[in-house]
C-alpha cells in the first residue's frame, strides 16, 4: 500500500468513525416538504444507499444497491419519501414521521454512518378568546414518571409541569392560570395573542423520553376602514389584527406607503396610502386579506370629490372654457341686440 493508499485509508476511517457519532436534528414544519442530508467521503463507486427510520410508532427501510450497473430498489417507507442520489426527500412531513432516520453509504472508500433527528413541528391556529388543547403525544409505557411543558412565548416564557413518584403527584406552574395540564395535554381556556410562540412538551415514561414541539398562532380578526383624506390621498386599514393583514389595491399603483404598528394587546395594525394625484381613475378599490376572513374584504373609494388640483393640464382646461364661455356670450348678447334693433318700428312722414 503506498503513501497515497495510506491517507486516503486513515481519512476514510477517520471520516467513518465521525459518520458514526455525529447526528443532526432537523426541523420542520407540519405540511412542508423536508431533505434529510445524508454525507459520506466521496468515493469512485457508489454500492448502496440504505436508510432506516426508526419512528415512535413504526420502522421501515428504503433503499438501493448497485451492482453490476444493475440498480435494485426496496421501501416499506411511505409513499411520500422517496431516495434522490444520497438524500432523503419527505413529500409533506406528518407528526408520525418523527424519529431518528439512520442513512448507510457503501462505497469503494468504505460504509459511512449518519443518524438525523427529525422534529415536525405542528402548528395550532386558534381565533382569540376560544379554548384550545395542545396534544403531546409520546410512545405508550406502563410508567409514566413526568410531564412538563416549557413555554417559550414572544414576550415570556414559563412552565407547567407534574412528577410522579412513588404514587405521591408534585405539580410546578409558573404559567397563566388560563393553562392546566390534563393528562399529557395542555389546556388553554380562552387563548390570548400574548399566547403565541413554541410550546415544547416532554414526556418521561420507561419506554424513554419523548418532546414534541408546538407552534401556537392565535388568530385575532381586524377591523377595516377605507377613507379619503384632505390632502386627496386614500387611506385603507385594517386595526387590530393577528397576523397582520395584508393590504392591496385595484388597479395596482407605485406610489403606495405602507405602515405596521404594534398594539397595546399585541396585535397589529396595517395602514396603506395611495396618492392619487398622478391616477387618472375615478375610483379605487382597496383589498384586505386575513386568515379570519372567509373571503377578502374590498372597499370601493369615489375619486371624483378628491378636490381640483391646479396642475397645467387643469390649467389650460380653465383657459379655454373660459375663452369659449366669453364668445358664446357675446355672441349672444349681439344677436340679442340685433332682434331687438328689428323690431323698433320706423317713424311716419309727414306732408
Known amino acids: 500500500m503506498d503513501h497515497r493508499q495510506i491517507v486516503h485509508f486513515l481519512v476514510g476511517m477517520i471520516l467513518l468513525h465521525l459518520a458514526v457519532v455525529s447526528s443532526d436534528v432537523v426541523r420542520v414544519r407540519r405540511g412542508r416538504p423536508v431533505v434529510l442530508q445524508c ?20 420502522s421501515c427501510v428504503i ?15 411511505s409513499t411520500r419519501m422517496r431516495l434522490d442520489g444520497l438524500s432523503l426527500r419527505i413529500s409533506n412531513a406528518e407528526v408520525s414521521d418523527e424519529g431518528k432516520y439512520s442513512c ?59 412528577k410522579i413518584e412513588e404514587d405521591n403527584i408534585t405539580s410546578y406552574s409558573s404559567c397563566s392560570t388560563r393553562m392546566r395540564l390534563d393528562g399529557l395535554s395542555l389546556r388553554i381556556s380562552n387563548a390570548e395573542v400574548s399566547d403565541e410562540g413554541k410550546y415544547s412538551c416532554e414526556v418521561v415514561n420507561d419506554k424513554g423520553t419523548f418532546i414534541r414541539d408546538t407552534l401556537l398562532q392565535v388568530l385575532a380578526q381586524p377591523s377595516t376602514f377605507l377613507k379619503l383624506n384632505s390632502d386627496g390621498s386614500s387611506e385603507c386599514g385594517a386595526v387590530g389584527g393577528n397576523p397582520p393583514a395584508e393590504i ?62 391646479l396642475r397645467l393640464d387643469n390649467i389650460l382646461r380653465l383657459i379655454i372654457i373660459i375663452i ?28
Open 39 to 58: 454525507e459520506a467521503y466521496p468515493g469512485d463507486t457508489l454500492l448502496s444507499v440504505t436508510w432506516k427510520l426508526h419512528l415512535y410508532n413504526s
Open 63 to 77: 433503499s438501493y444497491k448497485i451492482e453490476e450497473d444493475n440498480i435494485t430498489s426496496y421501501s416499506s417507507c
Open 104 to 162: 448507510e453509504v457503501i462505497n469503494d472508500k468504505g460504509t459511512f454512518i449518519r443518524d438525523t433527528l427529525l422534529q415536525v413541528l405542528n402548528v395550532v391556529r386558534v381565533r382569540r378568546g376560544r379554548p384550545v388543547v395542545l396534544q403531546c403525544e409520546a410512545y405508550p409505557g406502563d410508567t409514566l414518571l413526568s410531564v412538563t411543558w416549557k413555554l417559550h412565548l414572544y414576550n415570556s416564557s414559563c412552565v407547567i409541569s407534574y
Open 248 to 309: 392591496s389595491w385595484i388597479p395596482h399603483s407605485d406610489d403606495i406607503t405602507t405602515t405596521i404598528l404594534g398594539e397595546p394587546d399585541q396585535t397589529r395594525t396595517v395602514t396603506s396610502t395611495l396618492r392619487t394625484e398622478s391616477l387618472n381613475e375615478t375610483a379605487m378599490t382597496c383589498v384586505v386579506s386575513h386568515p379570519t376572513f372567509v373571503t377578502p374584504w374590498t372597499g370601493v373609494i369615489s375619486l371624483t370629490g378628491k378636490g381640483f388640483k
Open 324 to 351: 369659449v364661455t366669453i364668445l358664446l356670450a357675446g355672441r349672444l348678447l349681439y344677436l340679442k341686440t340685433k332682434r331687438q334693433k328689428e323690431n323698433i318700428p320706423g317713424e311716419e312722414s309727414i306732408d
